[in-house]
């Protein structure tokens, strides 16, 4: 979606922590999510986001959302090789329908 | 839970023919369904949105009679491809929304479509 854009390509050592990041233009926007595909496969919620919080901790993940700059950001602590795949950034407003951005593959290497 | 079960997972069909593509909730009621369209390297384009008992909406651009939605029942809906071309080869993928959990909706596994 051209309204969502996040970076195509993310390489990061194992054990590290990666950071994508994500930015959207629509003010209006009530929950920003992210999304994990891996080959083939279809999409799965990591994790999602009220607009009016600006942070989300969830185990490895951290979301966190500036509002005024509309930037969300997920951070994934000691970053494994199972979580290599594409993580997709997505808003919605109160339709619930769902604009992606393009999706950043992320690469982990030993 | 909010398991959505998408079917088939491939489908490989001759130019001219149709093909149904099925979603399933597994364990809730979805009371709107969502098919997107995701083309390599690509974000997904929502192609449509479908409430239970009503006519599907669609987006701009996408041919209502070429993509047909059915949304017969809280568990199922369909996405057929009528007499489609190669130019319809993609990988389609459904999304479920329940009524008690707004703000998630969940996807099924995507059908690759390849028209020869």
């Known amino acids: 979606g051209e309204d969502v854009e996040q970076s195509l390509f993310l390489s990061v050592r194992e054990g590290d922590s990666s950071v994508i990041n994500c930015t959207y233009t629509d003010s209006s926007s009530t929950y920003l999510y992210w999304y994990k595909q891996e080959p083939g496969a279809g999409l799965q919620l990591l994790t999602y986001?009220?607009?009016?919080?600006d942070m989300k901790q969830d185990q490895r993940l951290t979301v966190l959302l500036n509002k005024k700059d509309k930037h969300l950001s997920l951070r994934i602590a000691d970053t494994q090789t199972g979580d290599s795949a594409i993580y997709f950034c997505?808003?919605?407003?109160?339709?619930?329908?769902?604009?992606f951005g393009a999706g950043t593959t992320v690469t982990v290497r030993a | 839970g909010a398991v959505v079960s998408q079917h088939p997972s491939r489908v490989i069909c001759k130019s001219g023919t149709s093909v149904k593509i099925e979603c399933r909730s597994l364990d809730f009621q979805a009371t709107t369904m969502f098919w997107y369209r995701q083309f390599p390297k690509k974000s997904l384009m929502l192609m449509a949105t479908?409430?239970?008992?009503?006519?599907?909406?669609?987006e701009q651009g996408v041919e209502k009679d070429k993509f047909l939605i059915n949304h017969a029942s809280l568990t199922l809906s369909t996405l057929t491809v009528t007499s489609a071309h190669p130019e319809d080869s993609s990988f389609y993928i459904c999304s479920a929304r329940t009524l008690d959990r707004n703000a998630e909706a969940f996807f099924g596994q995507g059908t690759r479509l390849t028209v020869v």
């Open positions: 997505a808003e919605s407003t109160n339709d619930y329908k769902l604009s």
């Open positions: 479908s409430n239970e008992g009503s006519k599907a909406t669609y």
């Open positions: 986001i009220f607009s009016n919080m």
